[in-house]
């Protein structure tokens, strides 16, 4: 296959509410999709860097300027597939979210012209997935009731609550009095904490939660296999774990017994995989993580979470925990599971005239 252009098109997502986290509050969603045509097929995929470079170095400008100023000319001329593009853009440092949406756009106009569907490819052991929801950090304790409320009642099988220093033990207590020690329960702290809080998070050990996740900076990793050694409840990292030699080193050094894979910030789906096999020889469970995509994005995490190992509940949500019209057919959950796409490739596409509307910019790159 030979790579005819790439368009990078910037598109504008409202959120349906604010999403904040320890590191900061998103109320727009600024996406960066790649379409690779071939003529063959075309490929979509959609780079998950946000607006700023706060959850990890990357950011959206910069992964559009790394794509056309290096990761774009450096792709194959032809026999273009998604290995050959892993390979090509080996020698460029870092920028794996940049990566992954280049590989993933390549490897889906691929399994498009062969009909395959990328789940069938990774190895999907399930045609549908159930699925968590991330819920942000709030004002008031009733309000974060409430919101739990509402994801429970949609049927949401797992709460993912976003902590922070201030905003910890009282959520978690108040969640678990109102809805009962039957809920998955689970915290994410987005590196907002140090060892020096260790006996602070081990009050966290009471509520029986499903994991932690990401309590200590990024690259923390022996630090976190210290806090994992006075912790009950599992340590889960995010952050940290950015390629499958990352994971290997976190499982040897004992930083975490569960990972949460995100295809774009480990370099995509390829690498993704490679954990995932990895973790389930170690009896390390795995989970779909997620950044807030539209349907491009989700339609691909869909069909990974479906491999065999990722044994817990993703952050998979449906279209409309994040956006009022997605770019896609909208996924909506069904007795909390979304069905894993299975059309050719990821299975899904835009909509063209809402994709009109959301456009900000395109940009045409010639092979
Ligand atoms: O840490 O998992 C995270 C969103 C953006 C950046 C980082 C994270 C998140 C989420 C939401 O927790 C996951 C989702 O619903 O897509
Ligand atoms: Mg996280």
């Avoid at 990352?246 to 690498?271: F, H, M, Q, T, W």
Wanted: aromatic share 6%.
């Amino acid at each position: 296959m030979k790579i005819t252009g790439i368009e990078l098109r910037r598109i504008a997502m409202p959120l349906v509410s604010p999403f904040r986290t320890s590191f900061g509050v998103e109320t727009d969603r600024d996406v960066l999709l790649v379409r690779v045509v071939t003529p063959d097929a075309e490929g979509w995929a959609e780079c998950s860097a946000m607006s700023e470079p706060r959850y990890s170095a990357e950011y959206v400008d910069g992964a559009a300027e790394v794509m056309r100023r290096f990761l774009i000319p450096a792709l194959p001329k032809k026999d273009v597939d998604a290995q050959a593009v892993g390979r090509a853009l080996e020698p460029f440092t870092g920028h794996r979210m940049a990566k992954a949406a280049l590989e993933t756009a390549v490897l889906d106009a691929r399994l498009r012209a062969s009909g395959e569907s990328l789940a069938r490819h990774l190895g999907a052991s399930r045609d549908r997935v159930p699925c968590g929801v991330s819920v942000g950090i709030m004002d008031s304790i009733p309000e974060l009731l409430d919101a739990v409320a509402r994801y429970v009642d949609e049927g949401y099988v797992r709460i993912k609550l976003k902590i922070e220093p201030g905003w910890d033990v009282e959520p978690v207590r108040a969640v678990r009095e109102r809805f009962g020690d039957g809920l998955l329960l689970q915290v994410d702290a987005n590196a907002a904490y140090t060892l020096v809080d260790a006996p602070h998070l081990a009050r966290l050990d009471a509520f029986g939660l499903l994991l932690i996740e990401q309590p200590l900076a990024n690259d923390d990793m022996v630090q976190h296999a210290r806090l994992a050694r006075r912790l009950t409840t599992p340590v889960c990292l995010d952050e940290s774990i950015e390629s499958a030699a990352d994971a290997a080193a976190a499982i040897s050094l004992g930083a975490c017994s569960i990972i949460n894979v995100k295809p774009a910030r480990v370099g995509g789906y390829l690498e993704a995989r490679r954990i995932h096999d990895l973790c389930r020889a170690h009896g390390v469970a795995v989970w779909c993580g997620g950044m807030l995509e539209t349907g491009i994005g989700r339609a691909a995490n869909l069909a990974l979470a479906a491999l065999p190992g990722f044994t817990l509940p993703g952050d998979t949500s449906g279209s409309h925990r994040y956006f009022a019209t997605d770019v896609t057919e909208p996924f909506v959950l069904d007795g909390g599971h979304l069905d894993v796409p299975a059309g050719p490739g990821i299975g899904v596409s835009p909509v063209p005239d809402v994709l009109a509307e959301v456009t900000t910019s395109t940009e045409w790159i010639s092979a």
